[in-house]
């Protein structure tokens, strides 16, 4: 069974950065795209960030495309959120999951789940 697990979530100050990492275990991680959402208190869960299975495509929402970067070490099963110039908005949980396609942005496209990791970014 594929499981997920969330690290690297913190309190930081508006303006600092953040990486995010996202274990994987119980299958072969280079046959799953994976991706980045968040969910915001009193928010839907949104797509964030999503990376094809060997790497070569990625995908941002338009808020962070400048701000975040995806990566993936498909040799350890680690997936990666790079977050630089945090904003107060980017207060969320974070949570990594797997699937078929990165360009795919509603939950139900994705069949593995961690449990998310918490970011919260002050002004």
């Known amino acids: 069974q594929v499981q997920l697990l969330e690290s690297g979530g913190g309190f930081v100050q508006a303006g600092d950065s953040l990486r995010l990492s996202c274990a994987f275990s119980g299958g072969t991680f280079s046959n799953y795209a994976m991706v980045w959402f968040r969910q915001a208190p009193g928010k839907e869960r949104e797509f964030v960030a999503g990376i094809s299975q060997r790497g070569i495509h990625t995908y941002f929402t338009d808020s962070v495309k400048d701000r975040f970067t995806i990566s993936r070490d498909n040799a350890e099963n680690l997936l990666y959120l790079e977050m630089n110039r945090l904003e107060p908005e980017d207060t969320a949980v974070y949570y990594c999951?797997?699937?078929?396609?990165?360009?795919?942005?509603?939950?139900?496209?994705?069949?593995?789940w961690g449990q998310g990791t918490q970011v919260t970014v002050s002004s």
């Open positions: 999951a797997g699937g078929i396609l990165a360009s795919r942005r509603r939950i139900h496209d994705y069949d593995y």
